[in-house]
């Protein structure tokens, strides 16, 4: 998987962590090795114009995702076609506040961010009460055992 990487924002962010957490939640979705990837840190101002051009929402969001190729988690016995799988655009001063209101770190919540924008990259949604909890369930997942790789 190729991923790139911008950060555009005034706010220090370990992109290195955030590469080792994109692979492993390529992994654990199964995605084809070639898969490609973008990542982009923007502050609020430019957030806020993504919120609204897409959304059509005022003010700053914490994460977007634009998917390509509409690509889909793979199976243990046969991974995702290669392609695009599109690109995350995270607000690192939004995701200051939120952690804090969390009683995490930022790069927790930067983490979680740039997780739940991969799995709607990959067609997960939120809309209605049993797509949020399967999507959140597996975030929730995702998180742990990336977390226990780190600690192991």
Known sequence: MSVEIANESEITV???RVLELAYFVRGALKLHE???LG????DEGPMTDLH???M???G???VLSFPMDELRPGTDRNAS???VLGDIVVCPQVATTQAKSAGHETINEILLLVTHGMLHLVGFDHAE???EKEMFDLQKSLLADFYALETS
């Open 14 to 16: 370990d992109t290195e």
């Open 34 to 36: 070639l898969v490609d």
């Open 39 to 42: 990542i982009t840190f923007v």
């Open 52 to 54: 609204m051009k897409w």
């Open 56 to 58: 059509d929402e005022p």
């Open 60 to 62: 700053p969001t914490d």
């Open 81 to 83: 076609p290669e392609g």
């Open 129 to 131: 009460p049993d797509e």
